[in-house]
Structures are given as structure tokens and as C-alpha cells.
């Protein structure tokens, strides 16, 4: 039977191509890091020259020789009874195989101008979210969009040309798969918010609001970080406009956070979001560097490993059991007299908020929902850039009942689009069904993971997201690494009833 060592050929192109994305992985990193303002367009003309290098190894003679020689290059399927070939190494082909296709469909010189301008196009970005000035990034944008349908075109679709870009980021998901799981979501959802507008709890959220030591958040969150099992001599965490993980390598896995005076919660809770992203990225497989057995499988999988360690986690009473003296400790004078149901419930406070990642765990999603039919307007209708605002504002209001007064805190407040990023926030939504599911998996299998939680040990968590998710690469899709862990196929209910079990009891109506 064949096996990973018949494909070593193969493997070798893989990794020499990966090390050309990890320096673009690098130049990125640091222009959102550590960049001086002034290296902007140089950085640009950087990016923009290796990702046409990557681009061209990626659908070179070398690489399409070793694939070709167990792969029919047009349709994919394997040259050989697919019986032949241990199951690592089948999923290694098919998975090679998809790169190549999509890598080729792209010509060279569009994959360089999409990587000049995306790297442009950030750069304005985060001026016009300083000044709040949307028309300074509005033709940035547009070149941006105008660039992405014509992507879309090149990749082909059957339905939506939507369908095409999410395609890059959650392999196989169409609008007309998730459109419905959205509004079924919705109807869930609303109901939910007005239970907890009506309660007569109330989150006493000011407490956050107070002044706390921005090092002293910081050593807090590196403390964090450090009990989730965030190895440290392999990775690192830094400040950026945006929180973000990035990874160069198992070895050289990368975070950052952003630290307001102000908000307690904000940098914490990016923090164990981008914590959970690098324990993914850490835990791939080192010897697969570089191969689909060392990469991740999709953005949804990706988030659902954030979304479970920030909220199924971090947001949880056993969590706070642990931590809360801790924390108290730090700031004595800011949470003196401040009991634990006073402080839990302010954790899990619930209210429509104009900043997505700042959002709770039940409104959270109809951030998404927003963003998600606002990207069909653009590609399925023509809407033009300069109505976005505008657009954005009154979905906002119909989503959640706000309105932000700038565009800073509206169509401005992500960073997604500048980077050409269209087709990626549902896979936001897609983590928390999938991160529920996980996390209801994982307190099956380990009955006393609840204690461990209240006592601080969260290395087992990490253990078992390593050995039933990390470790496997790409090797299943999402679907079918949510039935091997689950043994089920993907269920939002899961993710339904936590909401409804957990917030009943915070906010104490009848589920």
C-alpha cells in the first residue's frame, strides 16, 4: 500500500513553496506591527512580488509533475484504485490537488496586483479608521471589490459568485447552504435577546469601564495564555490595530491584542480568542510543514478553536472560579467589594453593541449576518462602495436596535475587507456552531473537565483539541472531522441550546 514516504517528491515542492508564504506571512505580520509608517509602499511592492512567486511554484512545472504523476490534473481523481493509498496519503493528494486547481485558475500577475493593492489597501485603511474618514478608503476599496469579482470569475461557480470566495475560506460552503442556517439561527437568536432585555437582572458592565493598568492587563493575559498551554518559546504575543494570529511554522506561531485603559475585557478576551487560534496552529503537525497534513482545514474549524477556548471557556463560570480571585488581586481597588455573581454576570452581560469582536456570545452572530448580506449585495447585486455606510448603518439598526454615529464604529471597525478578505465572516458564525459541538464533545469524553476548569488545569482541553483536531491536518473536511469528534454530523442546536441553558440561568427566566 502506498504511503506518505511514495509522495516525498511532492512533499519536498510543498515545503519549499510554504517557506515563500511564510516570509509573506512575516512582511505582514510586521506591517501591522511593527512597521515604520514611512515602508508602506515598499512593503507593498514586497508582498506583492513574493506572493507572484509563491503563486508561480504554486502551479509550476515542478509541482505539476509531482502531482501529475498520481493525479489527473483536470478532474483530481487519483490515478490509482484509491485503495492503493493509505488514508493520509489520498487526502494529501486530494488536498495538493485542490490548491493547484484554485492556484491555477488565478494568472500570475492577478495574484501580484490583488497583493499590491490588499497591502495598499490596509495601510489606508487603518489611517481612515483613525480619522474616521471612509471616503480616504472608499477607492482603495473598490479596486479591491472590482478585483475580487473578477477573482470569482476566474474560479468559476454554479449559483452565486459569492459561492466562489467562501469557497477559499470554508471549502464546499455555498449561500444556499448557509443562508438557511442563518435565518434559522435569526429566529433563535432575537427571541433570546428580548428574554434578556425583559429580565430584571442587569449586567453592571461599568465596573470594566474603570481605569486599569494597561501592563498590568497584559501580564494578566500572558497568564492566561500561559495556563491554556500557549507555548511561549514558540510563539509570542504583540499589539496591533486588530487582534490577529499568524503563523509561520508550528515552532513560530505569532498573536497579538490590542489594550484599552478603559475596557478590562477587550485585550483579555482577545487574548484567549487568539490564544485558541495559536494552539491550532501550534498543534499542526511539524513534520507536515508546509503540506495539506499540516495545515489547518478551514476558517470555520480555525475559529471554532477561539470561539471555544473565549467563550465555552473563558466566558464561564468554572473559568472565573479560578481566575476571579486572581484577578482581584491584581486590581484590589477596582473590584473591591465586587462579588463573583456580580462579576459573572457582567462577564456574560448581554447587549447590542456596535463592535463586533466586542460583542456577547448571543449578539455576536447577527454581527455576522449583517456583514454576510451586505457581501451578497456587493457580489450578487452591484452595490456600490459609496452606499456601504449607509447600508451598513441601517442593517445595524435593524440587526440589533444601535446605529454608530461613525463610520469608525461602523463599515470602517474591520479589517477583513481590506485585505480582500469577501466570503470570510461567515465562517465567524460556522466556529461558534462548531466550537459548541467540540466543547460538549470534549465534557462527554472527560466528565471532569468542568472541575478542571474551576481549578485551573486547562491542559487537558488542549490535549484533547490536539489529539482529535490539531494533529489530523487537513486530512477530513470540516463536516467529516465534526462526525469523527461527534459522532454527528454538524448540529447547530447544540450551539442554540448552550445559549439558551446558560443565559436562562445568568438572567433567570424559563428556557
Request: aromatic fraction near 12%; charged fraction near 25%.
Amino acid at each position: 500500500m502506498k504511503n506518505l514516504s511514495t509522495l516525498q517528491k511532492l512533499i519536498t515542492i510543498l515545503q519549499e513553496t510554504q517557506h515563500i508564504s511564510s516570509a509573506i506571512s512575516l512582511l505582514s505580520w510586521d506591517q501591522e506591527t511593527y512597521m515604520p509608517k514611512g515602508a508602506g509602499e515598499a512593503r507593498a511592492a514586497q508582498l506583492s512580488f513574493l506572493m507572484g512567486l509563491q503563486h508561480e511554484r504554486q502551479i509550476g512545472k515542478a509541482l505539476k509533475k509531482a502531482l501529475f504523476e498520481w493525479v489527473d490534473l483536470e478532474t483530481g481523481s487519483l490515478k490509482t484504485d484509491s485503495s492503493d493509498w493509505e488514508d493520509a496519503a489520498s487526502a494529501l493528494l486530494r488536498e495538493a490537488w485542490r490548491d493547484y486547481h484554485h492556484a491555477s485558475c488565478l494568472p500570475s500577475d492577478f495574484v501580484r496586483t490583488l497583493g499590491l493593492e490588499s497591502s495598499l489597501a490596509h495601510q489606508v485603511w487603518i489611517e481612515a479608521r483613525k480619522t474616521n474618514n471612509f471616503s480616504l478608503f472608499a477607492p482603495r476599496l473598490k479596486h479591491i471589490v472590482a478585483l475580487k469579482k473578477q477573482e470569482a470569475e476566474y474560479l468559476g461557480y454554479e449559483e452565486s459568485p459569492y459561492d466562489a470566495l467562501m469557497d477559499r475560506f470554508e471549502p464546499g460552503m455555498t449561500v444556499a447552504k448557509i443562508a438557511p442556517l442563518f435565518e434559522a439561527l435569526k429566529a433563535k437568536l432575537v427571541p433570546l435577546v428580548q428574554k434578556i432585555a425583559q429580565s430584571k437582572i442587569k449586567a453592571d458592565e461599568a465596573l470594566f469601564k474603570k481605569y486599569y493598568d494597561p501592563q498590568k492587563q497584559w501580564d494578566f493575559g500572558l497568564d492566561v495564555l500561559k495556563t491554556m498551554g500557549y507555548d511561549f518559546n514558540c510563539g509570542r504575543q504583540d499589539r496591533s490595530a486588530h487582534p490577529f494570529t499568524t503563523s509561520f511554522h508550528p515552532s513560530d506561531v505569532r498573536i497579538t491584542t490590542r489594550v484599552d485603559a478603559h475596557d478590562l475585557l477587550s485585550s483579555l478576551f482577545s487574548s484567549i480568542h487568539e490564544g485558541g487560534h495559536g494552539l491550532y496552529d501550534q498543534g499542526l503537525p511539524a513534520e507536515y510543514y508546509g503540506t495539506p497534513l499540516g495545515d489547518s482545514i478551514s476558517l470555520g474549524i480555525h475559529e471554532s478553536q477561539s470561539r471555544l477556548w473565549e467563550n465555552s471557556v473563558g466566558r464561564s463560570r468554572a473559568f472565573w472560579t479560578h481566575f476571579f480571585p486572581k484577578l482581584v488581586a491584581i486590581f484590589p481597588e477596582n473590584l473591591k467589594g465586587v462579588d463573583f455573581e456580580t462579576f459573572y454576570t457582567a462577564v456574560n452581560g448581554v447587549r447590542p453593541s456596535l463592535i463586533r469582536v466586542e460583542s456577547d456570545e448571543v449578539t455576536y452572530n447577527l454581527h455576522i449576518m449583517l456583514r454576510f448580506e451586505i457581501e451578497r449585495l456587493i457580489f450578487e447585486e452591484g452595490l456600490p462602495v459609496e452606499e456601504l455606510p449607509a447600508v451598513w448603518n441601517e442593517k445595524m439598526e435593524s440587526y440589533l436596535g444601535i446605529r454608530p454615529e461613525t463610520d469608525a464604529d461602523g463599515v470602517l471597525q474591520d479589517v477583513h475587507w481590506s485585505g480582500g478578505a469577501f466570503g470570510y465572516f461567515p465562517t465567524y458564525t460556522l466556529g461558534n456552531l462548531y466550537a459548541a459541538q467540540f466543547f460538549n464533545q470534549a465534557k462527554q469524553d472527560m466528565p471532569d473537565l468542568t472541575d478542571k476548569i474551576s481549578a485551573g488545569d486547562l491542559l487537558p482541553l488542549k490535549t484533547w483539541l490536539n489529539e482529535k483536531i490539531h494533529r489530523l491536518g487537513r486530512q477530513y473536511s470540516s463536516e467529516q472531522m465534526v462526525r469523527r469528534v461527534c459522532g454527528e454530523a454538524p448540529n447547530p442546536d447544540y450551539f442554540t441550546d448552550y445559549l439558551e441553558e446558560k443565559f436562562s440561568k445568568i438572567y433567570r427566566f424559563s428556557s
